[in-house]
Structures are given as structure tokens and as C-alpha cells.
């Protein structure tokens, strides 16, 4: 179950960056997420109330982590990828998101010293180049003049804050169920946005409202946040968070499928490079490597 519940988390990521590529143009990213999470957070409030009555002991002695990764996963992750998708591709960004197992190793041999071994460095530089073929649109002029798109830096950044809010949720109170932990983690992100909305509201255009963009909202509420959430803190509970992050490398397949889709993105030579490129780093830091320790332990060795 957890490997079909991690599937369908990469299928609803790769949706919210296309739907947030798309009205990059009529709502800012701030905003985007405020209102994304607030309707998500209306959505759950029935049972957010009861659940903090009911745990507001273990919410008093756990408000720092709390505080911590809901910050980190509903108020920063996403913010981040969505000041990214105003100025690069929604196919960029997916393909980019297939960075988190690599962040997740780094991060856990820098901050967990967990220990990496020779070919795991070997599948971070060569996902690294990957990256880079992306960002520099397989332009070596443009590589040599660090003229990336600034939009492909926000990505980056959003995943390196998954990458630390993954190996977080080693902290999350053993007491919460993953129900409750996403409604505490609610609250917390929209705190912390709701101010920055208003701030970035003083500049913005007004946003023009539709059926469809209540549809969109609905969608990218309970999709995108409530289950998806729901379906990767369950999966990295159950398989941990470098298997669980295998599981991002989908999201490119079904990003390229949606971008061309339903935006019209159209796929280049660098960017098949660049996937190529990241899934081989990421065959060799994680795939090949378990796959060795593995046999090592059936053999005895």
C-alpha cells in the first residue's frame, strides 16, 4: 500500500507544478500557497479543533518540531516552487523535484552522518550535472556566464527544504497520527503565510475570480496537500525516506506528460539529458548501492 499511496504522491506534485506554471500569470506565489493551504486547512478544521483540545500536551512539549516542519513543508517547500514556476518551465521544475533523493543522501551524510560510500558521491555529481544541463539549457556559453534562470534556483532551493523537512520527520512525536501531524502542520504553515500574503498583496493585481479557479483551488487543495501529504508522511513512516524518495523520479514522467499536454511546454534535447543524467546519478547513489548491500547480506558477506 505505501508504495501505490508514494505513485499517486508523485502523480499529484507533477499536477500542482503544471497548475502552478499555469496561473503563475494572474495570482503571485505567496498568495498562491496562502489560499491553496488555508482552503485545505477549512477543509480539515472540524477535526484540527477537537485534535488540538485533545493534544494540546504533547503540541506544548513538541511546539518547537512541530513549528519546524510545518514551516519547512507547508509554508516554505511549496512558496519556493511556486516564485520558481513564474519564470522557468512547470516541465524544469518537475524534472528538477527529481533531485530529492539526492538531496535526502546529502543531507543525511552531512547532518545524520550517515555514511556515503564512494559510488553514492559518484551519483551525486553526476545528478549534479544533470542539474546543471537544465539550468543551463545545454548552453555552455550560458553555463560559463552563470546566467541560470533564476526561477531554476527557487526550484532548488524548495528541494533542498523537502531534503531537510524529510530527514525532520525522524522528529515528528511518535503520538501523532499522520492525520493529526498534517492538521498541526496546517496551522503552523498558515501562520506563517498569512502575513507574507498580505505583504505581497500590497503590489499585486487583483485577482479575478472564476468558477474555474475555485475549481483549481478545491483541487490543489485536497490533491496536492491533503493527500499527498498524507500519502508521503505515511510512506516514509512505513519504507523510510530514501526509499520513499525513489519514488520523486516519477515525477518528471508524469511532468513531461501534463506540460506538453495541457501547457504546450515542448521537450529538447537538454532535458532528456538532463533526466538521463539525474537517473543515472541517482541509479548509482541509491539504486545500485542498496542493491549490492543487499546481495552482500543474502550471501553472508
Avoid at 513538541?62 to 517547500?77: K, Q
Avoid at 499585486?204 to 475570480?209: G, M, P, R, Y
Avoid at 513512516?237 to 518528471?252: D, M, S, T
Avoid at 548509482?284 to 558477506?301: C, F, H, P, Y
Wanted: aromatic share 14%; proline share 3%.
Amino acid at each position: 500500500m505505501a508504495y501505490l499511496l508514494l505513485a499517486l504522491t508523485t502523480l499529484f506534485w507533477a499536477t500542482n507544478f503544471v497548475l502552478g506554471r499555469a496561473i503563475s500569470p494572474d495570482i503571485p506565489p505567496i498568495t498562491l500557497a496562502f489560499i491553496r493551504w488555508s482552503v485545505a486547512l477549512a477543509i480539515l478544521l472540524p477535526f484540527v479543533i477537537p485534535t488540538v483540545w485533545k493534544k494540546r500536551v504533547l503540541i506544548r512539549e513538541n511546539w518547537l518540531s512541530l513549528s519546524l516542519l510545518g514551516t519547512l513543508s507547508v509554508a516554505t517547500f511549496n512558496t519556493l516552487a511556486y516564485i520558481g514556476l513564474q519564470s522557468t518551465t512547470a516541465l524544469n521544475g518537475t524534472l528538477m523535484q527529481s533531485t530529492m533523493p539526492i538531496m535526502i543522501l546529502l543531507l543525511s551524510a552531512v547532518f545524520l552522518r550517515e555514511t556515503a560510500t564512494k559510488k553514492q558521491w559518484l551519483g551525486v555529481i553526476v545528478s549534479l550535472a544533470g542539474v546543471l544541463l537544465l539550468m543551463s539549457k545545454g548552453s555552455f556559453e550560458l553555463f560559463l556566464d552563470l546566467r541560470f534562470n533564476t526561477g531554476d534556483l527557487w526550484i532548488i532551493s524548495a528541494m533542498l527544504i523537502w531534503g531537510i523537512y524529510s530527514i525532520c520527520l525522524r522528529w515528528k512525536p511518535t503520538d501523532l497520527t499522520q492525520f493529526a501531524f498534517l492538521q498541526l502542520t496546517l496551522v503552523v504553515g498558515v501562520f506563517v503565510l498569512m502575513p507574507l500574503a498580505v505583504w505581497e498583496q500590497q503590489d499585486a493585481i487583483e485577482i479575478e475570480w472564476s468558477r474555474d479557479l475555485y475549481f483549481l483551488f478545491a483541487y490543489l487543495a485536497v490533491f496536492p496537500s491533503i493527500l499527498a501529504y498524507l500519502f508521503w508522511n505515511y510512506g516514509v513512516e512505513k519504507i523510510g525516506a530514501q526509499k520513499a524518495g525513489l519514488f520523486i523520479h516519477l515525477v518528471p514522467l508524469w511532468g513531461m506528460i501534463l506540460s506538453v499536454s495541457f501547457l504546450g511546454e515542448q521537450v529538447q534535447a537538454f532535458h532528456l539529458g538532463g533526466m538521463a543524467l539525474i537517473f543515472a546519478g541517482i541509479y548509482l547513489a541509491v539504486i545500485a548501492d542498496r542493491t549490492k548491500t543487499t546481495t552482500n547480506k543474502e550471501s553472508g558477506g
